[in-house]
Nanobody
């Protein structure tokens, strides 16, 4: 599985961005997807996940109500819509594929993800 994240950039606080992650190499509908982020000097943290079918989602408390994960299996792409961005959202954002979850579940654990994209930088200015 190859994952290519895009859509990062510089935005002012309160602004919005939509990240995309295009997948290839394996049937996209066969794995759950997640988004993680890593801020400078901090560990990588879970942000959001979506199951491979049914569209079940889960969010970290820090982004709940502001971020929305979605997927388009026909386009082999997962999205992360981010609104009301805050300076503390500044980080490199990574998409990842989880091949082991069932069709309706997902993981929040970094070590349970099998493939990772290269990351896209989001910078939120105050």
């Amino acid at each position: 599985v190859q994952l290519q994240a895009s859509g990062g950039g510089l935005v002012q606080a309160g602004g919005s961005l939509r990240l995309s992650c295009a997948a290839s190499g394996r049937t996209f509908s066969g794995y759950a997807m997640g988004w993680f982020r890593q801020a400078p000097g901090k560990e990588r943290e879970f942000i959001a996940a979506i199951s491979r079918s049914k569209g079940n989602t889960y969010y970290a408390d820090s982004v709940k109500g502001r971020f929305t994960i979605s997927r388009d299996n026909a386009k082999n792409t997962v999205y992360l819509q981010m609104i009301s961005l805050k300076p503390e959202d500044t980080a490199v954002y990574y998409c990842a594929a989880d091949l082991r979850s069932s069709s309706v579940t997902y993981s929040t654990r970094i070590y349970e993800y099998d493939y990772w994209g290269q990351g896209t930088l989001v910078t939120v200015s105050s």
